[in-house]
């Protein structure tokens, strides 16, 4: 049973003296269970942004969907107080920057232990008043349950030294440590899902490793899911079960790794295998995509990747099909409307399916590989 | 966030856009309006006083010795010389107007030079300038102003150099931060490497680039030199006694608060009213220039 | 640097100040036209008198010898004295100081505890009616010179209340109420524009942490709004706001010398315009001294207050 199913999500950020600017266009997600699931696009895909409606994080904009289900409950039926009980508690969010998503005032150990706290997973009073007094009179005791619950979580995240790193500040820790700081912080309230937002694009690459395994593990040894998001194909493989592939507001493809990874379906997901710097020849130039993401004022109409994808055709500014690969998997992709072979699609003769050149895969032919890809 | 221009059109090292954006504030914006206004008011009186006035603000008419407002040909009425109070007012305008700006520029000059040597140089220029700068702000400036008194006795100039002397300090540091940020800009260090001499880097490529906040700075300033003029005249330690500035005129009607309140009230309702309308276009100013200060990013 | 080193510097530097501005009294008395002498004596002293100072100041000794006894009489404490009382002057000034600190105090004090609640306000309703009210207040206050707003207290609530006295002063030890009665106009009259500064600076500095990461992230972890406020916002809004409040001291003292005027209240202020009138050199120059250095570890404490609250200086360093 899905533990998120969200349903032709669309996002929009109103502007002022502008156009409003659709983020997310009619994307599905569901999050399983226990999974890891990864959410894979360029900046500007809108990853984030439905990353963040989840939590109902995006104040000021108009969110509609079909289904936003957590546990079968509509998010967004709920009141903004009954948000609140979700938040931390039964999702959990792990944000990219970790220097500026924790409080440079609060020591690390009690940025765990308020949400430890205040999710009632210990007995210990969380009201206004007592916080307060915590804060800026008495401190909080390390004989108290919520700080010793929040040096476990330390501890079990991997940092070494928990007690002390417990109560340090944000700014004397590594990159590393901060990020693990956050995903303990994130457990706090013993979540069912955690959103994690890039947690490792800003740290280099042992580091990011290392964050990953811990993920996980988290993963196996506390049936929480994850939905990661990330720009990386190299993260997805290593460590998602499913993945949903995103470009321009979006869902191009998605299904399990595997699948994806060995058969992908639309041109955008092959696009981006091949550009993979490990699936590049030693000897040959890098492959790219040419040409950037449009900006979402300015999207075409159908398919958002027509103009840069190589087997586009007449039938791609319509709107978007659900083309289902194998169980579990789908592209949506006007290609296969007649139900043909997806392996006759390919970046490197940019034939069609019915084996005829069109003239956007001629351009594309044309154009160096020099064009760089924007990426995030 | 100072950014390399390119080819966007500037004058004095602000972009033109910047200019109509401050347009439309004001024009959306009635505080800033009035601010404007009051300011453009403000001015036109200080340089028109002589035609505008209609007495002579030293003409003392010991018949009318303190009438009260609009009782007689007066409309603001006279003080306890029997002085068209008026005119006085109108005569202080420029003399305020003279001080502040005077010292604000003064103040602006100083500060800004040793905060871009400093800035631009770093290093033991830095050090040994800042301190110097730190050893200038510990001084209250009002002991300037008096020290300045004590030795050299009343008079316009003393005031202007107390308060310049007060200002040097925020020009430095603005300036200072504003070198920092821009010294590591690309175009700076494309510009060294064409081989332009340092002098000539500061003067064309960095300066322009610190200009807004600065004058907003400087618009600010302007509005607390003229608090501050008026409350050293007010005390007796400012200009000399017969100068009409508005602090003065309202130390003038101190004692006589109860007979005469209108000699010092009407003078302060102008300083309030001129002081706050300079805020408001500072401030005016400081959203349109994009210059950190009210409000995060959106 | 660690938190010794900056706390030496820091004094280090204090003192360096004062030095200065001890040597810069010197410099500026000895600069005025007239015989050092005449002036302290005052304009009727007969040749005798006069010599006999000259004698007693050393004014025929070499100027780095009267400089040296210059330092070192203000090193032990003596400030000469007054030319008008006889007084020594730091008696003198300790005399009237205690009005000039109540009005600085409670003026403060009012300041502070309406500001920041308003600034806070005003940021977390912004642009909606509280915001413009406050905002407005703010701008008006710091657009009026204090002695005007004393003046207009005076003459509204000060006649229209009779207990509230709009003249003279009346010493704590005489009790808390007649003491605040008099401080209160005053004070109000100081505190008003040194509020306004506060209440935007709060404002801002609350609009620029409720627009950052961690706040999120506080969001994100189902905390209520007033205690993401309070507990992850405020400490970090009001920091800046602690270094500005400590600099604006210095905005203050004009304000209370000239309030002190208006209401007739014999304080510091009023004794340091006086002096001033009647050319009373020794007062003067001991105030100026002791201003500076009231100021100057003015500012060393509330620098040293910031760092203490602030952990990224406190805790300086990181992996």
Redesign the interface.
Known sequence: MSLLAIEDLAVTFPVEDGPDVPAVDGVDLQVREGEIHGLVGESGSGKSVTARSI?R?LDGAEVTADRFDYRGEDLYAKSEAE???????EV??V?Q?SL???????TVGEQIA??VR??GEVDESAG?LS??RR?YVTGTSKSAPSWRRAVELLETVGIPDPEAVAT??P????GG?RQRV?IA?AL??DPSLIVADEPTTALDVTVEAGILDELRRLCDEFDVAILLITHDLGVVAETCDRVTVMYSGSVMEHGRTDQLFENPAHPYTKGLLRSIPEQAPTDGELATIPGSAPDPTERPAGCPFRDRCPAAFDACTDPLPEHVVDEGHAARCHLYTDGDDPDEVTWETGTTANGEQNGAAGETADRTPATEVTDG | MSTDYGDADTFLGVRLDRFARLRETVAGDYKATFGLTTVVLFVLAAVFAPELAPYDPMAQEYAIMQAPSLSSAHPLGTDSFGRDLLSRMMFGARISLGVSLGAVTIGAVVGVSLGVVAGYFGGWVDDALMRFVDVLWAFPWLLVAIMLVAVFGQGVWNVVAAIAFAYIDDFARLARGEVLSIREEEFVLAAKNVGLGDAQIMIEEVLPNAVAPLIVQFTVLVARAMLAESTLSFLGIGVKPTTPTWGALLGQGRSLIGQAWWISIIPGVAIVITVLGINLFGDALRDAFDVRGEGGSP | MGLQRYVAKRTLQAVLVIYVVATAVFVAIRSIPGDPARLILGGDADADAIAAVRAELGLDEPIYVQYARWMSDLARGDFGSSIYTGEPVLARIAGAAEPTLSIGLVGISIAILIAIPAGIVSATRRDRWEDYVATGVAFLGISMPSFWIGIVLLLTVGTAIPAIPSYGYASISEGVIPWLSHVLLPAAAVGLPYAGIITRMTRSSMLEVLG???M?????????P??IL???GL??AL?PVVTVAGILFALLLGGIVAVEMVFGIQGFGRLLIRSIERQDFPIVQGSVIVISIIFVFMNLFVDLLYMS????IK?G???
Do not use: C, W
Not at chain 1, 100 to 106: E, G, I, K, Q
Not at chain 3, 216 to 224: D, M
């Open positions: 939590m994080l948000m609140r009980a979700v938040r931390g508690d959990g969010m944000f920057d500026s998503a924790l409080n440079p005032v609060m308020e949400v205040h999710h206004l916080e307060l804060k340090s500040y700014h004397q820790l590594s440590q956050m912080s706090g309230g | 950052e990461d961690y999120q992230t506080a969001r994100a972890k189902g905390l209520p007033r205690l309070f507990k992850h400490q970090n920091m609250i602030n952990p990224k805790y360093g990181g992996a």
